[in-house]
């Protein structure tokens, strides 16, 4: 048994699973995961200020107890209310976005029909930890947020977030200097583990806009609007 494993078989992820097949002129749909408060809730709300001007935009954000982040984009008016959906998970957070993802698909059917056509659909999870990641069959495509305060050791303890994300996003850095982070060892660790698959060092109080992620974004919507490539891996988009 490989030291690190406690029950001895590897866990099946979801990286290796085929994706979700999409209908010509459907959504694409983003899963925003990552720990409690890394700021996936600040960079749904950026994404959505910067896009909802030029696509139909929708958010479902998951709570386990609350609409909390839901009220939230809600009260800074990122979107109207009604593309705004808040499911409730009364469990792990992963749960809902990876092994029942029903209540999920219900609130994107919802969303879909209140809000005809749509482009992009953001979808957060919970807080979670660093084994929490989205089924394939609710998202195309994942963003995984970490941030400093976490310490520069957190991309290189990996996980399949960290490892297999479409995007790692090590956010915060404005407060890297005060918890003592090293940014070059968070890069070059990040670079290790994930074998050529982007990560984005960003800060969204230094840029709220996030630039380096919204270019993501706008390279896989632009990538899954041509059905040419529509089939390529889109995890070669490159931000760093
Ligand atoms: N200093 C700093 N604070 C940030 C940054 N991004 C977000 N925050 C703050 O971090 C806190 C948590 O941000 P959220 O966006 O709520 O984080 P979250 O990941 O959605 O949190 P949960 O949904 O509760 O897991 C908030 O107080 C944000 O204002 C950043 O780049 N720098
Ligand atoms: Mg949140």
């Known amino acids: 048994m490989p030291p690190h494993l406690i029950d001895g078989e590897p866990h099946s992820h979801d990286h290796d699973r085929p994706r979700r097949h999409r209908e010509p002129g459907e959504a694409l749909r983003i ?4 720990p409690v408060g ?11 200020r910067e896009l909802r001007d030029e696509l139909s935009l929708a958010v479902v954000t998951n709570d386990i107890y609350t609409t909390e982040d839901a009220d939230f ?11 705004i959906t808040a499911v409730q998970t009364g469990g792990c957070p992963h749960t809902a976005i990876r092994d029942d993802i029903t209540a999920n698909l219900d609130a994107i059917d919802d969303l879909i029909a209140a809000n005809p056509p749509l482009d992009l659909i953001l979808v ?15 998202i195309d495509v994942q963003i995984f947020v970490i941030d400093v305060a976490g310490g520069d050791k957190v991309p290189r303890k990996g ?3 960290v490892t297999y994300s479409d995007l790692l996003v090590v956010n915060k850095i404005d407060l890297a200097e005060r918890v003592n982070a090293d940014l070059d060892v968070m890069r070059r660790d990040s670079a290790k583990v994930r074998e050529g698959r982007p990560t984005a060092l960003i800060s969204l109080t230094d840029d709220p806009s996030a630039s380096d992620v919204l270019a993501w974004v706008r390279t896989q919507l632009a990538e899954y609007a041509n059905p040419d490539v529509s089939e390529a891996d889109p995890r070669t988009a490159d931000v760093h």
């Not at 899963?31 to 990552?34: A, K, P």
């Not at 984009?73 to 593309?83: F, I, K, Q, Y």
């Not at 957060?124 to 609710?138: H, I, K, P, Q, R």
Request: charged share 20%; with cysteine; hydrophobic share 35%.
């Open 31 to 34: 899963g925003v995961g990552g």
């Open 38 to 48: 890394s700021g996936k809730t600040a960079l749904v709300a950026a994404l959505c």
């Open 73 to 83: 984009l809600r009260r800074h008016a990122v979107l109207p209310d009604e593309r």
């Open 124 to 138: 957060e999870s919970g807080g979670d930890n660093l084994t929490a990641t989205f089924s394939t069959g609710l």
């Open 159 to 161: 996980g399949p977030g």
